[in-house]
Structure formats: structure tokens, C-alpha cells
């Protein structure tokens, strides 16, 4: 199966193609670029690099976030337009999923956190179980990393932008528990995206176009201030 993925949650944008499980092509761009300026050009160019004719795809993937509101906005419309046009089906995949699954098998517990403004991070936890199955442990949240270190009591992997942003913290709260990969792990891969949203879509779990939609999990502030109480 021939998918390509796309992660437009964060300020780095990545657009990934696998196929039958291989890597054909891995685009990673980490500038100060909105994602409407760059993610289309993004695409044409790792699919005319790989030779890959946009027909020949079998389908498509979509980091849903958490992450940032209007990039996901922007991705998520992006991947609908070109499933429309394409008639070929579209998988989402959660980006804390993705960035924890970049991570090979470990005994250690698995914390993807992503900075999500207001002194908190989004996460969730992750452990691989028999099979080199990759399990979630907790629900996704957003939480102050004040809170989420009491949770914590064993050596634990953390990865994401998150960690640019808190990576003091984490390791004079937890000392030698906190446990940091390379950089580049720190970043969703398109590449990841696809490879969980093939799976998704070879077990035909693919998501339906109408109620496609980003995962927030915190109220962004429009809708923040629509729920405050007004004064007549």
C-alpha cells in the first residue's frame, strides 16, 4: 500500500511516503513558514522526486494533533481537497501516537509532550507490551508540567517540542529518571504518519471526510471567550 503522510501540528512541517512498509521519501522543514505557504509545494515535491504519479497513491494520512489549532486546520483541509480530488481514501492518526512511535522498542515508559501555550504541554503515556506492541497507558491531555512529573516515578523517555521548552525543568525535577532522544525524534515524520495511517487503512478503518476533524483537546481561546458569561 502506497500512502503518504502529512503532519502539519506544529510549526515543523513533514510530508512522508511509504510504501508495502518501506520509506520512499521523508520531507522535514523546520522554518518559520506558515503551512498554507509551503504544504502543497511540500507534496508536489516529494511525490515528483519519488516518481510516484498522485493517481498511483492508495491512500492518505493526517497527523489529527493535538498540537497547533491553525495548523491542523490547515492540514486537515488540504487532505480532504486532495481526497476529494483523488477519490482515495484518508487515515488520521494522533500526532502524540506518532512522535511515541518514532521511538524503537523499549522497556522505558514513552511521554511525548507538545508545548501547548499556557504553561501546559499535551501528552499522554505509551509502553510497548509483548509483540513490540506500542500500548497508550493514559488518555491524551493537557496538563502543567508541574503536574505531570507527580506522575511520574520511573525512567521515562520524553520527546516532542515540549522538551525544547521544558527540557530544564524535566531534568532537574526527575534528575537521571528523564530520558531525551536526538533531535531529530523530536519532530513527527511524515514517514510515521503514513505507516500508522496504512494500517489503519489496510484494516479499512479509514476516517469518513464529513466528520474529519482536528483532535484539540483544550478549547482554543474564540471558544474560550464564546462560553464566558456576558454582561447585558
Not at 511521554?111 to 504553561?119: N, V
Not at 503536574?147 to 517540542?161: A, P, R, S
Not at 530544564?168 to 500508522?196: K, N, R, W, Y
Request: hydrophobic letters at 40%; a negative charge; glycine letters at 8%.
Amino acid at each position: 500500500m502506497k500512502v503518504l503522510g502529512i503532519d502539519t501540528s506544529t510549526s515543523c512541517g513533514s510530508v512522508g511516503l511509504m510504501d508495502n512498509g518501506e520509506v520512499v521519501s521523508d520531507y522535514l522543514l523546520n522554518i518559520r513558514l506558515t503551512h498554507s505557504e509551503r504544504l502543497l509545494g511540500a507534496i508536489e515535491l516529494v511525490l515528483r522526486e519519488a516518481r510516484c504519479p498522485i493517481e498511483t497513491l492508495d491512500g492518505w494520512a493526517i497527523s489529527l494533533g493535538p498540537g497547533s489549532f491553525t495548523g491542523l486546520r490547515i492540514g486537515i483541509s488540504t487532505i480532504k481537497g486532495l481526497a476529494f480530488a483523488t477519490g482515495k481514501p484518508v487515515a488520521g492518526v494522533s500526532t502524540l501516537d506518532v512522535l511515541a512511535s518514532q521511538i524503537a522498542t523499549t522497556p522505558y515508559l514513552i511521554c511525548p509532550i507538545l508545548d501547548a501555550r499556557k504553561q501546559e504541554v499535551y501528552t499522554a503515556f505509551y509502553r510497548y507490551e509483548k509483540r513490540e506492541s506500542l500500548k497508550r497507558l493514559s488518555p491524551y491531555q493537557a496538563i502543567r508540567p508541574e503536574d505531570l512529573i507527580k506522575q511520574i516515578d520511573e525512567q521515562t523517555i520524553f520527546l516532542g517540542n515540549g522538551v525544547m521548552v521544558y527540557k530544564d525543568f524535566l531534568q532537574s525535577s526527575l534528575s537521571s529518571t528523564a530520558i531525551f532522544p536526538p533531535p531529530h525524534l523530536h519532530f513527527c515524520h511524515g514517514s510515521m504518519v503514513a505507516e500508522l495511517g496504512s494500517k489503519l487503512l489496510e484494516k479499512g478503518e479509514g476516517s469518513d471526510l464529513a466528520t474529519l476533524a482536528p483532535t484539540y483537546i483544550r478549547l482554543s481561546e474564540a471558544e474560550i471567550k464564546w462560553q464566558e458569561p456576558r454582561s447585558n
